[in-house]
């Protein structure tokens, strides 16, 4: 079995992976990844492009809005917008991430903090968040991905470990495990900064062992900045060395599955991304 690698795919790319699909060199990837919130639009550009580039490669749809651990609830218009893409589309994976956005706002209506909030580790938001993931899954008949959080604060009322937290996740709803890799690794930099005595790589290596075997669906890769004292995910670098001893650590583990080198800010020429594809396909096989 061979590893299945795809880039995060952003505009500056859109052009020359779609001029390459057009002519005989395709680009050397398994799966193209977008942010699903780029592509609402009933129609326009931006559609086209996704649409022409479906044609020849799987698409993943990886969202950013959902905000599945809010207790206000899912926005109804964002989940139709999302069933509309993957109606069109039909991508092999839809996706988004373990967090809060949306809060009742003091005077009525809702509050969205258009940012990926931490939410805390136990029972209630627990519930909560397997609401959410069920009505997603329900209204687009397919399991979704959900992806642990680089987090720079955390709640007191947690009293779950975050992999707990996750698992019960998976078996309540059946939902599948976004793992990325660099968050993992974030969090605990972060934890050693704020005066844990834990070798981080370690702490990554054993949150890798406590999530089950069958849970993860995708692997995201990607790279980090200091910004102070503080650990950014920024996705603005190549992958380092100790995040990908935890993608071999993660493949030995949980088998081949679909992975992906994330890059967002400062975006790079393509080749830089595919040197990154060809490393990751190194160390999976």
Not at 226 to 234: E, F, H, S
Not at 243 to 258: C, D, I, M, N, Q
Request: negative net charge; hydrophobic residues 45%.
């Amino acid at each position: 079995m061979t590893a299945t690698i795809g880039i995060g795919w952003r505009h500056p790319h859109y052009a020359q992976v779609l001029e390459q699909a057009r002519g005989s060199t395709r680009v050397p990837v398994d799966f193209l990844e977008v942010h699903s919130e780029n592509f609402f639009g009933a129609g326009g550009a931006a559609l086209a492009v996704l649409t022409e580039a479906r044609d020849t490669y799987p698409v993943s749809l990886h969202g950013v809005g959902l905000a599945l651990g809010s207790a206000a609830g899912i926005d109804a218009w964002h989940l139709d917008r999302l069933a509309d893409l993957v109606d069109r589309i039909e991508p092999f994976l839809v996706s988004d991430h373990a967090c809060f956005a949306r809060v009742a706002g003091p005077t009525g209506g809702i509050v969205h903090a258009s940012d990926l909030l931490p939410i805390p580790f136990n029972s209630e938001a627990l519930d909560v968040l397997c609401a959410n993931v069920q009505l997603v899954q329900d209204r687009l008949k397919r399991p979704l991905l959900v992806e642990n959080l680089s987090a720079y604060v955390g709640w007191a009322s947690s009293n779950m470990e975050e992999t707990e937290f996750l698992a019960a996740l998976v078996r309540r709803t059946g939902c599948k495990l976004l793992v990325d890799a660099n968050n993992i690794y974030v969090n605990a930099l972060n934890s050693q900064n704020a005066g844990s005595p834990d070798d981080p790589l370690a702490v990554c290596l054993a949150w890798l062992d406590r999530i089950p075997l069958d849970a993860p669906g995708e692997i995201h890769l990607a790279g980090h900045a200091m910004a102070g004292d503080i650990v950014i995910d920024d996705h603005g670098s190549r992958v380092c060395d100790a995040v990908w001893t935890l993608y071999r650590h993660a493949l030995s583990r949980f088998g081949k599955v679909p992975s992906l080198i994330e890059w967002d800010t400062g975006v790079p020429p393509l080749d830089v991304l595919l040197d990154e594809v060809r490393h990751a396909r190194s160390v999976a096989a």
